[in-house]
Every structure is written in C-alpha cells, then in structure tokens.
C-alpha cells in the first residue's frame, strides 16, 4: 500500500440505484445507478455520487457544479438540496450519513473492534504501543492517527490529518473487515468529533488519556473544546463501549462516566481497575483490581513516567477488552518502543540529545521531568509555539521552561502567518524576571539547534521539543521539509567534525 488511491480501488462496490444506497433513510428525488461516492469534487469519476458534508460551508454549491462537471450521477447531501440538474438525496444528519456508508461498504456487521483515543496528549504513542500489542496478542493490528494508516512500523500510508475524512474513515474499516482484522486503534482529534468525522462508526472503546490545552482557538475556549471530549466519550458510553480514563488526569477524570475503567499512578489506589508505579527508569509494575489485585512487572520500557503511564492505559484495555489474563501483560509489553519523535535519542548510543513532540504545557512539563532525571549537569532545551493556535499556552511554557531547564533557546516552530517575533515575545511574557534559567532569543531553528548542540558537554542533556516526527516547518501557508531530527542529526556531525578536526591540528 502507496496511497490512498489504491484505498479507493480497494474499496470499490458493485453498482447500484440511489434507492438501493438511501434504503429507508430517505427518498431520492431521482433514480440513476452510482458507480462510487466520492466527498472530494475534484476526485469524482463519472457515475460516483458527490457526497456534500456540511464542512463544506459556503464553498458547497461551487463543489457541487464541479463535481456535476466531471460526471458525478447525483448529489448526497445533509439536510440541503443544490441549484444542479442531479438526482439529490437528502439525509437528516451526519449520523444518517455514516449509516449509509455502512451500507455502502457492507461493514453493518463488521466483526473488527474499534478502538478510539482521544486527549490533549498521548493519543499517538498509545495507538503505537496498542496496535503493537495487539498485534503481538492476535498476530496482527492495524491503527489510523497522525503518523498515518499503520499496518507496520514500515507500512504507513500519510492520511493527512489525525482523524481523516468520514468517508476515508469507512473506507479503512471496510478495509479491515475484508482483510480480518481483530482490531483497528483510531486517533480520535477534538476537530474529528466536532466535524463528526467518525459518524456511524461505533467504538467498542472509548480511552481518554488526558485533558489540557491545545485548539483551543478552533473550538471557542476551553469549556467547548473539553465539551467536544466529553461529548465523545459519553456517546461511547451510551451505546455500550467500555470507557477508559487516566484517574490522574483531574478535568479528564472528573468528566468521565461514572462506569467508567480508571488507570492511576500508585500501587495503592484499590478503587482503580489498573494502578501503576515506575519504581526505576524503564521499569513498571501493574496492580489490577480486575484480576484479584494480581502484581506483574514490566521491565523493558521507553524512557518516561509518561510512558509508563501510557502502557498502564494499554495494560487495561487488554485486560478488559480482549480479556488477556493479568499474567500474560508483560509478555505483550515487554521491549514496546515509542513512537517516532516521543522522546527519541539521537542515534545509537547517543543518551545526550532526544527529540520530543511535546506542544503543550503538559506534554512540555512531563518530558523536562524526565529528562531531569538523566541529567547528571544541565538541562538544555530548544522550543518554540505554533502560530494560529493557542496563544494563551505561549507564556505558559515559557515559564515552564525556564523553571525546569537550565539553559533554554526560544525559537520558531511552525509560525504559520504569524510574526515569528511575536511569538517568541509571548513565551518570554511567561518567563518570571529575572530569568531562573540562563534564556537565549534564536528565531533561526536551525541555528538554535546548532548552537545548543555546540554548547553540549559531558553529563548534559538537550531536549529539542515541538515538532517530533514531523517533516515540515509550515510557514506563510507552504509547507517546507524539516526535520528535528536530521537537523540535530547534522548539526552533532559538524560539532564532532570541528572536534576532530581541533584534536589533529
């Protein structure tokens, strides 16, 4: 697998009437045969259906004569006809719609179970390690997020966004069905539930990792965006899916059902389903209330109290959903890896610089406080904010920074069209004066990463934070290839080139 084209072709259904495709969910105002459905106008092939969403907003009507252009056979549509000489048919609401592409792609009785995650952060390195161990337990696990469509850490297809499309999304689970897949791990994203692009697609599980700041201003604030979350996982509830929350994360956990599955830090917490503690660094002992307060030790892990925090999560939806005993955890746990860019040493051997996606207050302080436990002399970090997004997290990383941290380099991290300047003058906002930690302005990235990687000596630790796996720096609407990790990766050569090069002369 390349690309979602050939999801498309995968995907392909025998030819039926608008009728057959409506069923009792709405009556066409014309009868022609559809070939295919298609929601992007510019994909339309002669005899597919256009399916117009709501997203579309003020630009549906232009998508519509496109899509009649290319050939398109008829409209369907969310509680709205259009000025086009089609076949529309007119469903009442989203949920309608994914009902439809059940139909459609004959997965009404699809035996893969889906899994949603959704939270602040960790949603990513959850859906890894999970469809890594469901994949040792059945033998194989697929998961879709925002590394992409995962069958194999090799095996990733680029969908674009965390949750993709609705009819991207049905298309994977038809996808999975055929292929008789066990399970399939979904990254659930507050704009995938606003934009109900997981519509019709019931989840036998619903997990919620945490709840802090992020797209705040996509959602109108707070209160909205942690509504969005909520609403998700109380839908989930509501028609029968086990819920799992982190009972650590206070606005998660205070918002989540009552019946729901809680993990906690702690051994000691008996009123959780699954306690854990992280005795010593790469090590984590799980206590179920599920299996008689059973104990088992898990003792080849990633780097993190949040990691650990993350596998406990992982621990519990394989005891309660899959029913794995308790005992047989370790087996499905031990030696997991992290996901691309989730604190990831530089290289072999290289315990001196990791490369973190870490883009919020949260995710910031928890990756500091592990790095501060390896550091044997300073804490060093490179970071920056993301233009057009929450601004109101600006100062406080910046004050998060320079209170963990020793040395901190202020910098650009995705300024989209916004003044990188500006940017940077709110995360110092944040810093108290005079500064706790010894604070330098470099709104090159590349260059604060080459002069924070200059500045490295023995028993010192960089942490470069933000972007992670990412491959692009998004700047003035283009996006520009980058990497953290080549840059790093380039700027620690010619540090040990000079080196070299001073020795011998």
């Not at 969910?25 to 002669?46: A, L, Q």
């Not at 009404?108 to 994949?135: F, P, Q």
């Not at 965390?162 to 507050?190: D, K, N, Q």
């Not at 899916?241 to 008996?270: K, S």
Request: a negative charge.
């Amino acid at each position: 697998m390349t690309d979602l084209d050939e999801l498309m072709t995968l995907t392909e259904r025998p030819v039926r009437t608008l009728s057959q495709i409506a069923g009792e969910d709405g009556v066409p105002s014309g009868e022609v045969e559809v070939s295919g459905i298609s929601d992007d106008s510019r994909s339309i092939r002669p005899g597919d259906a256009f399916l117009c969403l709501p997203r579309a907003g003020e630009r549906a009507q232009t998508f519509v004569e496109q899509a009649a252009e290319a050939g398109a056979s008829a409209i369907i549509s969310v509680g709205h006809t259009y000025d086009v000489a089609l076949p529309h048919l007119v469903l009442d609401d989203m949920e309608v719609v994914g009902r439809l592409l059940r139909r459609w792609f004959g997965t009404e009785k699809s035996e893969v179970r889906l899994i949603g995650i959704t939270g602040t952060d960790g949603k990513t390195s959850v859906a890894w390690m999970l469809r890594d161990a469901l994949s040792r337990l059945h033998g194989q696990a697929w998961s879709i997020g925002t590394l992409g469509w995962m069958r194999g850490p090799e095996d990733v297809v680029d969908l674009g966004n965390t949750t993709p499309s609705l009819l991207t999304m049905h298309r994977l689970l038809a996808v999975a069905t055929e292929a008789g897949m066990p399970a399939l791990v979904c990254e659930v994203s507050s704009h995938g539930i606003a934009q109900q692009r997981i519509a019709g697609l019931r989840m036998d599980a619903a997990i919620w990792t945490n709840l802090g700041h992020d797209h705040l201003q996509d959602h109108g604030g707070f209160a909205a965006y942690a509504d969005i979350k909520t609403g998700f996982v109380r839908d989930v509830a509501e028609q029968g899916g086990i819920v799992i929350c982190n009972a650590d994360a206070d606005e998660a956990n205070a918002r989540a059902p009552e019946t729901a599955l809680r993990f906690g830090h702690g051994l000691y917490r008996q009123e959780l389903s699954l306690a854990w503690e992280q005795e010593l660094p790469g090590m984590v002992r799980f206590r179920s209330a599920l299996s008689e307060n059973e104990e088992v030790l898990v003792e080849d892990i990633p780097l993190g109290d949040f990691h650990a925090e993350n596998l406990a999560c992982v621990a519990l939806v394989l005891l309660s959903l899959f029913r794995v005993p308790l005992e047989k955890i370790p087996a499905l746990l031990n030696g997991i890896s992290a996901p691309p860019g989730r604190m990831q040493p530089l290289g072999i051997g290289r315990q001196q610089i990791f490369i973190d996606y870490a883009h919020t207050p949260e995710a910031l302080e928890r990756c500091l406080a592990t790095a501060r436990t390896i550091t044997r002399r300073r804490l060093m970090l490179v970071f920056g904010c993301g233009g057009e997004r929450d601004r109101e997290k600006r100062p406080e990383m910046g004050g998060i920074a320079v209170r963990l941290a020793d040395v901190v380099w202020v910098t650009s991290d995705n300024p989209r069209s916004e003044v990188p300047e500006v940017i940077a003058s709110e995360i110092v906002q944040g810093m108290p004066q005079p500064y706790p930690a010894d604070v330098h302005l470099q709104l090159d990235r590349r260059q604060a990463i080459a002069d924070a990687v200059a500045e490295i000596e023995s028993g010192d630790v960089l942490v470069i934070a933000g972007k992670g796996h990412e491959t692009y720096m998004e700047v003035e609407g283009r996006r520009l290839p980058w990497s953290d990790i080549e840059v790093a990766a380039e700027a620690l050569r010619d540090r040990d080139h000079l080196k070299s090069f001073k020795a011998c002369a």
